[in-house]
């Protein structure tokens, strides 16, 4: 009988994390590239922290930050 030795299963990086909440953002407000940049800009000056603590990602703390809570909108004849 050999021994097989399993490799555990890979886990996405904290990166891959900040790429996938982008991409989300992206595809969530297709025509707001304004917004998409500065998610873009406010996620990538988080990296270090993110990079950090894992619990982040576990408290899909990211995609809470990035989602508004209300909008207003209006107009103004």
């Known amino acids: ?17 900040i ?12 025509s707001e590239p304004e ?5 873009k800009e406010v996620l ?3 990296r270090p922290a993110i990079e950090q603590n894992p619990d982040y ?5 990211l995609e809470r930050i990035t989602e508004p809570e209300r909008t207003v909108m209006f107009r103004v004849p």
Not at 57 to 61: A, E, L, T, V
């Open 19 to 30: 790429t996938t909440v982008i991409e989300q953002v992206v595809r969530k407000n297709p």
């Open 1 to 17: 009988m050999t021994n097989v030795t399993m490799n555990p299963p890979e886990r996405k990086s904290q990166t891959d994390y």
């Open 35 to 39: 917004f998409h940049q500065a998610v």
């Open 44 to 46: 990538e000056s988080l």
């Open 57 to 61: 990602r576990k408290f899909r703390i």
